[in-house]
């Protein structure tokens, strides 16, 4: 099978065309479901043989994308618990799979939505980095509700996702002023909340988010301003239990410098670790939850994420 649809996928979230862990997610699996809709496997063997060969060519599109890799494990998974003996039933099967994911996914974002939009208090400034439509979903619900904020948002360098962010707040009426990323510590004494999204969670209640993020935690916690991150438990990384690291994506220095002398070295790391001492809340589907109860949230809400695991 050529994996056309799945390496077309592949190459606009490698291109960074489609941004941010959901999209990201979303844009694989609606990929994946659509090239099996299109593949006329008869039998077990041949449909997990397939489903390896996309893992192969999508897991490595972002590394440090455990939703994307869940939601390709819970469509693995359900194909093999499953019971199915012809092509027909196994294209309905694929289907009520990602139906059955699509639900999970808009359930967790309507309930993060709810609990972290009532976060933002009239005549606050929340500061963000990045773009996370899991915040701007929690910033533009608040404006609606007729809360009166601003939002400070970084330009997020190297390729300034804080635009994305800022047209969407401005669409939403959200007064909103950009900064560079390093003028975050003089900012942080004139706003009342940092706000960020997640890629990753690990099992100790780290998250990974944008590169400077961890900068930005830190700063809030000399500041004493309070560090929440909005994300789906979608995006817990069961991985990390057995003690592996999560991989932090390296980009192009291409990025930074096109053309840069050539003898000078450049590192563009896509992320970086919070450590969980530093957030303040998780907002999650499971309501807002310290780090340190992780893994109990995952296991109450997604026990399929740790079983499963397989590679
Ligand atoms: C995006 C980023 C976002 C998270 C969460 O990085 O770090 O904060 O992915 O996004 P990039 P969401 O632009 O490199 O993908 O809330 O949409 O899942």
Redesign the pocket.
Known sequence: MSMERVREAADRIKR?EV??????ALTAMKALVEQMKASQVRDIDSALHEIAEAKEILFKS?ETEP?MRNAIRYIEWGIARERWETTSQFHRLIHSLSEDLLNKFKEARDRIIEVGSKRVLDGSRVLT????????GILKVAKEKGVDFEVVLTETRP?Y?GRITAREMLESGVRTTMIVDSAVRSFMTKVDLAL????AITSEGNII??IG?SLLALAAHEARTPFYV???LL?FDPQTIHGDYEAIEERSPEELWPQAPQELEIRNP??DVTRRDYIHGIISEEGLISPHSIMEAVRRRYPWILEALGG
Request: glycine residues 6%; contains cysteine; hydrophobic residues 40%.
């Open positions: 960074l941004q941010g862990a959901t999209n990201v972002r939703f980095h990045c773009h996370s439509s899991a915040v701007s390729v996702q960020v999204g997640a890629d988010n944008k993020t909005a994300s789906e995006k896509a992320f």
